[in-house]
Every structure is written in C-alpha cells, then in structure tokens.
C-alpha cells in the first residue's frame, strides 16, 4: 500500500517553544483523517509538514526549515492535492476556465484534436481518429458534466461565466475547493474547507467525500457533524507534544481521550499518595531502631519512576455582561427589500421577540450579512418598514473582526475601545479566554485565527448589552472554544441573532431558523435538524402554528409516525411557542 511516512523529531517557534516533537506517523493512501487540536497547537503547521511546505532537505534528505527537523518519506509517489496552494494566476479568466485547469489531459486530447481536424482536408482521416480516441478515452466528453455537477454542489454554477477577478473572497475559495476536487490527486490536505462555505454546499461536500472519493485525505475542521461523517482516524496534536493517534471518528476521539484523561490523572493523583506515604513513613522511623527500615523504602522511593503530569489545556470561559431587558419585541421588517444597491432578498413580514435564538441561514452571498448591517444601520434599507426597539443594547462580533488593529498591540486594542486596563487587569480578563500575561504586549496580528476571535470576544463580551449579533462566531475556534461559547450564550439572559454554517453550532444554540433562499426570508421554528426533518419529510406548512384541537394530527402521523408526530407537536405547538 503506498503511504506517507511523517516523522517530526522537533519543530520549534522562533522563540524556542517547541510546537510539535518526537512524532512518527503512517498515513496510508485510503486514510480518512480527521487533524484536531486548540487554537493555535500546531495543525495547519503539521500539515505543511506533511506537503513539505515547511521543508526543505539537506545534503543528509532530513528535512528541516529554520528550527524545523522532520522527514516525509513519500511511499509510491503519492500525488498531494493541498486546498492552501491552489492560486489563481490569470484573474481574468473565467470560472469555467480555471476548472477546466483540473483537467490537463483533457486539454491536451483537445488540443491534438483542433490540430488534426485542420489536417483532414490533406488526408488526415487515420490521425484525427486517433486523436479522437484519445479524446474520449480522456474524458473529453464529459468532463464538462463533471464541471456543472461539482460547481452546483459547491454552490458557484451561477458563477462558472464570471471572471476570477470580479468573485468574493468566499467564492474564491469554493472555486479552489472545487478545482482541487476535480484534479483528483491520490491524496487530499484540506485545511478548515469547511469555514467559508454556507450550510447546504458543506453538507454536499460531506456526501461526496462519503460516496464520490476514491482516495483518501487529511482534513483539518472543527465542523463536528462534518468530521464524525467523513474521517475514520483522528490525529490530536496538542502544543509542545507528540502527535497522538485515536481510531474512530471525532466523537469516538473524545469519549477515548476523555477516559485516558481521567485514567491519567487517576495513575498521577495514585502516585502523589503513594510518595506522601513513603515520606510519612520514612519521617517516622528515620531515627532509632527501625532506621534501616526507613532508610530502604527511601531507596525504593528513589527508584519509584514518576510519570508525567497529564497535561489538559484549560478550557476556555466566555462571558457577556447584561444590561437590561428591552421589551417584547425587538425588530420588525414588512415588505421589505434588503440588498445594497440592488435588492438580495425579500421580507414580508418578519418579528424578533425577546430572548429569541434566532439562526439566519442560506447560501453565501444571498444577503446574510447585509440583512445583520441592516440592522444595525450600516446600510439602508432598500425598501420598506423596519424598527428595531429604541432600548437595544446591540454587542456586534464580526467574522472579519472589523472593530480590531491588526497591527496593534493587543492593550493597545483594548484602550482604542475605551477599555483603560492596567495590564494586570487585562492578563487576568485574557486569562479566562487562554492567553498568557506575555500575550497582551504582543501585535494582534501574531495570534493564529482562533486567537484572535477570542480577543474580539472578550472585548465585546465586557460591553453589557442585551441583544447579541453574531457573524459566523464559530469560524476558526477550536472544539473547546465552541462548546464553552454554546454554553455561555445558552445561558445569556437576552436575544439572539447569529449567521453560521455549523450545524452542530446551529442545533445546540437556535430557537427559530430565518432561512434566505430564492430571494425570500421565511422562519423555521426549531433548530437545523428540525428544519431539515422537516423539509425531507415534506412539511410545507407552518408546524408552530398547530393547537390543542389536533386538526392535524392525522396528516402528522402519517407522514411521520405516532412517536414523531407527538415529539414535533410537543416542541412547536402553539403553547410551546416562544
């Protein structure tokens, strides 16, 4: 079986710290591997590693780059097909074009082919049949359908006639995640392909990564639902250790890991008693008649090997001050367009209620984000009514963390928003999110991408308010992050609106879905799962407007069964309504 061998001996920051060390690995070309792992220990490092991206070989073949010491031994010749190296070189292409690169042996066939029809009036017949068997043995007459399928799964087929140079930057990276899948090299490296894709085009890419792919791939997400599908392996690198191999998927990964947690401290926590033990007894018999008796157990105790301090990151502790309750309603939309300049979507008649978890969901670019700077007055309203209550106290987080110098000092941030912290006082607020006293001196810049959400969020999180609009919260933070900002915000006292493409984000947090599609606004009541329940199962009709008469109860039992239908009536019926 052909196979990569990854040995990483150390790879050390610029400062000294050592990132990942005494790691040897086998990733086999079928393998499905999940890469997991906090904020900032090492992933995006290890896979560059793992491309050779980081590398570079010396006279010995050891591979190393600055503080860099590791060796990629490449079994079979692999082909790598790595998401972060795929660039446009000509912005004025168009979509199609750039995909059509995906298939070079399909150009050449084509190529060959233009040249020999020009040849058939001199008698060219026997090698324009060859070229044309070249063609079709090639693909030549379907990649194009291979083409329309991916870019509709991917969500740009709308975009296949635009030039490169007029696509946003989440477009541009669906365009680089479909052309890397239509490349089809042995192996695939996608580092967070999730992240920037809405709902319906990750769940795409989940089903063919189930049933379409041949190969196998290591992926780096914190897209749980996404990696409990698709990876049957998990690598978990911790900062400053060696990389640990679990079998399973993600969720398998965590039960294991906690129980060798907790068996870990238990060893530890059992080796501290026995060495109190030993030193109380020692203690008492040192002096006098019972002197050699102590003296050999202090020998035993010197030879007692100690094992090491299990190490568990401190999960991270989120926090939004409340100001005051606003009143029942706090926005309300009627027949209104929303959009910059030209209209993105519709809105009949739309309210938020207090201390409603409202999810807005739908493809990018149908005017999610516009719809959030709407609201909050940064763009106009087209057309329309809308009124938000004059109480509101809004906290913004941006996914593009806007409100941040990049350049800045994270204090210095701080003070520009007119928090005045001794440092002190910030290294203790930072603390709860897991930076160091160091990390308030350091440039903003300099943090990896989760860091950074998390400095954003403990500074927006001291400003009390009583509405939280969230744009996609969870991109870049690792699995203990988003489980401790699920928690927290399930415990805030006020309302809700956030834009994600995590499912599992999405279902743990939303009371009601505002989903944009086909140039319209409707609401879902329920969370994602009980959206698509109920778009797979065929209820068009509005589930939370049912009452206690049961007009509907045999529509509901048919078409869902007895249990179902009692489960769904009893979350959205109309007593239940919030």
Known sequence: MRHLNVKIERYELPGGEILIRDTSLIINDDDRIAVVGGNGAGK??????????????????????????ASVDNTGGLTLGYLAQIHFDQEEKTVFEELRNAFPLVLEAEAELAASEAGLQDGGVERYSEALERYKAVGGYDYEREIDRVARGIGIFQLLSSKLKEVSGGQRTKIALAKILLLKPDFLLLDEPTNFIDLKSAEWLEKYLQESWKGGYLIISHDREFLDATCTKVYDVVKGRPIVEYVGNYSDYVYEKRKKEERLIEEYERHLELVKTEKSLINRFRAGSRAGFAKSREKMLERLEEPEKPFIPPRPKFRFEFSERPGEKILEFKEAFIGRKEPLFFISEVVMREKNRIGVVGENGAGKSTLIKTILGRIPLLDGYFSKHKALDIAYYSQMHEELDMEASVLANFERAGFAFTRERLA??????????????????????????????????????NILILDEPTNHLDYDSREALEKTLKEYPGTILFISHDRYFVNKVASHLWIVEDGELTVSYGNYADYRLKKDRGISYDVSLWNDEGELDMVLEEKLGKAEAKRIKEKFGRNNRK
Not at 54 to 67: C, I, L, P, V
Not at 438 to 456: A, P, Y
Request: proline share 2%; glycine share 12%.
């Open 44 to 69: 995006t490092t290890f896979m560059k590693v793992v491309t050779g991206e980081k590398t570079m070989a010396d006279e010995s073949g050891e591979r190393f780059m600055g503080r860099c010491v």
């Open 428 to 465: 203790s607020i930072l603390g709860n999110y897991g930076f160091e006293y160091s990390d308030v001196d350091r440039r903003v810049r300099d943090f990896s991408g989760g860091q950074v959400s998390k400095i954003l969020f403990s500074m927006i999180g001291l400003r009390p308010s």
